[in-house]
């Protein structure tokens, strides 16, 4: 997936240090919200299975806007193909 952009860095930030309390504190949710924002279960469990645990969160990161990114392009495209 691309990294994302300079510009996005402070949401990567602020997603980043949520999805490190959620590993901590609630991991049921975090796997629900993957699933609900469609990030692959294969894609999940390779990331979940990382040596260095603290490599986890921002990979997360990255494939949860890396996904809104994509959806929000398919979007645009099929919106300006309907009109």
Do not use: W
Not at 32 to 50: C, K, S
Request: charged letters at 30%.
């Amino acid at each position: 997936m691309p990294e994302p952009s300079n510009d996005l860095q402070p949401l990567k930030t602020i997603l980043t240090a949520e999805i490190n309390r959620m590993l901590d504190e609630d991991l049921g949710s975090l796997l629900n919200a993957l699933y609900r924002i469609d990030i692959g279960e294969t894609l999940v469990t390779q990331v979940l299975a990382e040596e260095n645990l603290s490599d986890i969160a921002p990979k997360l990161s990255d494939m949860i806007i890396a996904r809104e990114l994509l959806k929000i392009k398919l979007r645009t495209e099929y919106d300006q193909n309907t009109l």
